[in-house]
């Protein structure tokens, strides 16, 4: 209710008493709770028991996932893809689940650098691999359009962890892998 009367407000403050505007304060809550249910989700409940034994020991990727978020700064979208990669310890995690997580965060008010960082800690938390590691590259309306108006600029952002800090070689093969 509050956003819905908050948006009422900005519309009034747009084009006072517009009657055909009547129903958009509700409409644009209930596309709130959609575009930001990740507030209401925890990386670990989403993951459930998506854990399995497996003798992989080497780099796990998906690639491309697409994704939308929005910026904290404007409020206008964020739209891009995200590459998430491990290498695995004892366990590996179901890969539908990689793309979950990155819904999770992304449903959210974001930085796209800290969104890349929340990504790489989730996955360092509940699978404790031996590395995590996360790529994405964005377009930012706020940068598109209003301010500088660059259309068409990517923000890349990369985080990584455990052995991807330390193996120069492993972080080389997973952006190959990630921007072939
Ligand atoms: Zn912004």
Redesign the pocket.
């Known amino acids: 209710m509050t956003i819905e009367k908050n948006i009422q407000e900005i519309l009034e403050a747009l084009e006072p008493g517009a009657a055909r505007l009547q129903k958009t304060p509700h409409r644009v809550a209930k596309s709130y709770e959609e575009l930001f249910r990740g507030y209401a989700q925890s990386p670990r409940q989403l993951v459930g028991e998506a854990l399995y034994e497996a003798p992989a020991s080497e780099m796990v990727v998906l690639r491309a996932i697409p994704f939308t978020s929005m ?1 904290e ?2 409020m ?1 979208p964020i739209v891009g893809h995200a590459y998430v990669g491990y290498v695995p310890n004892e366990k590996i995690i179901g890969a539908s689940k990689l793309a979950r997580l990155v819904d999770c965060f992304a449903n959210r008010l974001h930085l796209q650098e800290r969104l890349t960082v929340n990504i790489v800690r989730a996955l360092d938390e509940i699978l404790k691999p031996a590395g995590a590691a996360t790529s994405i590259v964005a377009e ?1 309306f ?1 940068i598109s359009q209003r301010g500088v108006k660059k259309n068409e600029a990517q923000l890349v952002t990369r985080h990584f962890s455990g052995v991807f800090c330390s193996d120069r070689a492993l972080r080389e093969e997973f952006l190959r892998t990630c921007h072939l």
Request: charged share 0%.
């Open positions: 910026c700064h404007h206008l930012h706020c």
